[in-house]
Structure formats: structure tokens, C-alpha cells
């Protein structure tokens, strides 16, 4: 088995008007054994900017620790927020380093700029960025991912709706991934605050 | 083959592990203890590569105690983990890695009960209940039947036994004894469980 699918996981970011959703499953396994069912993928930098990641659990873990800190080094020495243009290409050059022997992990950045303009943007395991105009998936369901998201998404969704949208491509998605699943957690960054849902879908 | 669970209760976290040292069709030892004390209410259970395991659970047992000794106060549980889990993640992508899977389980004065379930490849999870270790694959269905949030000593020690028998009745390896240990705000309780009396 591939190890991007040894804990499994799905992530999920939308742009909407003047707001990003940034969703994620909830599972932890290992392989087809469940462990945990409150595993956190998404990690928020401060309030308009979150980051996902999708693939081996301990990398998970790791580049969050690793990402706070580099963060949190930034915004002291520049004194002001990390921009999330900018975080994308922190995340693209902490994964290229390590080039010829990854991190496995997927990770989906989500933001709003200092203008307020709704930011997505996903990555390989070894940092090629992708700035997308709609929708950025990753994980063991992204096939099924993309798919939901085509469907879906519309230019300018309003927050409810982009909610609506990102909680119903992640829920269908995942039901049909053995490997993600259990609940989500979908965030709605808008300009004064991020909305927090946990959601319970199918628990299987 | 080695078998570890955990349990976290209303106020205490209860730990098992099998007492059955077996290297492919012999049973080298019955007496073996897979469990280290941190400190006064913290315990690391492990399984996995034999001399990996040992080497890996006393270097975190004697870093928990220097911390004890510079800073006079015991390693809470979430540091214990995280303590450990940042020492393994750094030797997984080194010349030495460890093959060790864990169970931290521990009593702070401020959190309460916390169980980690850390896997070989430093993955750690807070979690309510776990088990390492083929186990897993048998007792969890149990778990899941009978756990529920703050369980009495007695519950949680009945559901330990059930999951024991489970493995009695399921299992191919024979694990006749288990180490039990009860954490709380008092410290660690160690008792000794046949699996002939479950």
C-alpha cells in the first residue's frame, strides 16, 4: 500500500466571494484499522489563514510543529502576518528540501490576503505549487474529490453557501473512501472571523 | 505477538500489558515487563523491536527524570508525549529509527487522565481508549461496545478483563499473564492478572 495511504485522510478548499472553506476528514488508521476518529488536519496560522494536510500522519504532525514555528519566527521578525502567498511558498520550499527523500504529505493552503481576496492553493509531496481559481483537493478520496467539487462549486458563493458546498463534496467524497471519513471539520474564513463546523457524516 | 490496551477512567488511566516475551515458536520469558514509570504518575508501555524498544523507552525515561530533578516537578503527560514523540520523529528519517510502538498513559493534576497511542512512525494520538499491537484487531470492537466517559475503577477493570478474555478465546498466541497498572492523582498501582481468572 502506498504510505500517502497507510492513515488516510481527505482535505478539501474553496474559494467563495470574499471567503475560503478549508475542510478535512477526521479519521486516523492504520491501514484498515481505525484508531482514532478526532485525528486534526487542518491547523489555522492565525485568523485568515489555515492550512491542510493530507497523508502520513507523523509528517502531519511534524511540518505542523515545524510550520508553527517558522511562522511564529516571521511574525517576529517582520511584524506583521505572514501572507498567505507567502506561507504557500514557505510550504513549497520546506518540502523541495527535503527533495530526495519527503516528507509524504499533500498539504492545501487557504486564506484571505491583506485586501480581503480569497486565496487557495495546494501542493505535491515535494512542493510544486498550484494556485487554483476554484477548488484544491487532496488525500486518499481526491479523485472523488474532484468530481464533487466540478459539481458543486459555482464563482461567488456566499459563506452559508460555500459551506454548504464544501461540507456536501467532502461528505460524498469520503463515503466512497474506505481510508477517510468518520466526521469532518470544515472552516469558513471570512474578513472579520473563521467559522468552525464539525460535521457528522456516515461513521464508517 | 506482544499485547498492550489502555483505558482512560473518571479520574485515572488503567494500562495492561501481556507478560509474554515470544520469539517466533518459543516463549523465552513469562515474566517480562513491558512498561516503564516516567515519573509518579506517568507510564510508557512499548512493543515492537526488541532491542530498539528498550534503548528508546529508557532514554525517555531518563530524560523524564532529569526533568524532574532540574525543574523539581514531574513531566505532565501531554509533555511526556510530546517529549517522546519529537525524539522518535527525529530518528525516524536518521541512521537509527526505532521499531517501537507505544502506550503513554498518565494522572496531571491539571488536565486529568490522558492515554497517547504513539506508533512506530511517531504518529501520537490523544485518545480515550487504544491498543498496540495485533490486540487492536480484537479488542477494540470490545472497547467501542463497553467504554463510556468516566468509568469507576471497577467498570474500567471489568472491561480490561473482557478484553483479556477476548484474546483468550480469539487469539492464536497464548498470553497467560498481564501487567496491569491503575494511574492516579496517588501514583501507580501494579497488579497482576492470570488470564486463567477472567
Known amino acids: 500500500m502506498s504510505i500517502m495511504a497507510y492513515n488516510g485522510a481527505s482535505i478539501v478548499a474553496m474559494k467563495g466571494k470574499g471567503c475560503v472553506a478549508i475542510a478535512a476528514d477526521r479519521r486516523f488508521g492504520s491501514q484498515q484499522l481505525t484508531i482514532s476518529t478526532d485525528f486534526q488536519k487542518v491547523f489555522a496560522i492565525n485568523d485568515r489563514l489555515m492550512y491542510g494536510m493530507a497523508g502520513l500522519g507523523t509528517d502531519v504532525q511534524t511540518l505542523s510543529e515545524r510550520f508553527r514555528m517558522k511562522t511564529n519566527l516571521y ?35 487557504a486564506g484571505l490576503d491583506k485586501n480581503g481576496e480569497p486565496f487557495i492553493c495546494s501542493a505535491d509531496l515535494i512542493g510544486c505549487l498550484n494556485f487554483a481559481k476554484d477548488f484544491c483537493v487532496a488525500g486518499t478520496a481526491s479523485q472523488n474529490l474532484y468530481g464533487m467539487c466540478e459539481t458543486v462549486w459555482r464563482e461567488d458563493l456566499e459563506p452559508e453557501e460555500l459551506f454548504e458546498a464544501t461540507s ?37 | 505477538m506482544e499485547a498492550l490496551f489502555g483505558i482512560v477512567g473518571k479520574d485515572f488511566v488503567i494500562v495492561a500489558s501481556d507478560t509474554s516475551s515470544i520469539r517466533s515458536i518459543v516463549v523465552m520469558k513469562s515474566d517480562e515487563d513491558r512498561s516503564r514509570n516516567l515519573n509518579k504518575h506517568n507510564v510508557l508501555l512499548y512493543t515492537g523491536e526488541p532491542g530498539d524498544s528498550v534503548q528508546f523507552v529508557e532514554y525517555i525515561q531518563r530524560n523524564a527524570e532529569l526533568y524532574s530533578i532540574r525543574n523539581d516537578v514531574g513531566l505532565s503527560t501531554l509533555g511526556c508525549a510530546s517529549f517522546t514523540r519529537r525524539a522518535l520523529a527525529d530518528a525516524l528519517r536518521s541512521r537509527n529509527s526505532y521499531q517501537t510502538n507505544l502506550l503513554i498513559g498518565g494522572y496531571d493534576p491539571k488536565d486529568g487522565p490522558r492515554l497517547y497511542w504513539i506508533d512506530y512512525l511517531s504518529s501520537s494520538l490523544s485518545v480515550p481508549f487504544a491498543c498496540q499491537g495485533y490486540a487492536g484487531y480484537f479488542c477494540y470492537s470490545t472497547m ?12 474500567a477493570m471489568a472491561l480490561v478483563k473482557k478484553c483479556i ?24 498501582e501494579q497488579i497482576l492478572v492470570s488470564a486463567a481468572d477472567v
Open chain 1, 75 to 109: 511574525k517576529l521578525r517582520e511584524e506583521r502576518d505572514i501572507e498567505p502567498k507567502t506561507f504557500a511558498h514557505l510550504v513549497s520550499s520546506t518540502l523541495y528540501e527535503k527533495r530526495f527523500g519527503p516528507y509524504f504529505i499533500e498539504p492545501i493552503v
Open chain 1, 168 to 204: 456536501q463534496a467532502l461528505l460524498n467524497a469520503v463515503d466512497r473512501d474506505c481510508l477517510s471519513g468518520w466526521g469532518a471539520v470544515v472552516h469558513i474564513i471570512t474578513a472579520d472571523r473563521i467559522i468552525t463546523r464539525t460535521l457528522k457524516g456516515r461513521m464508517d
Open chain 2, 165 to 188: 478474555a477476548e484474546l483468550k478465546t480469539r487469539f492464536v498466541a497464548n498470553l497467560p499473564n498481564w501487567q496491569v497498572k491503575i494511574i492516579d492523582q496517588n501514583g501507580i
Open chain 2, 144 to 155: 467501542d461496545r463497553y467504554y463510556h466517559k468516566d468509568m469507576s475503577k471497577e467498570e
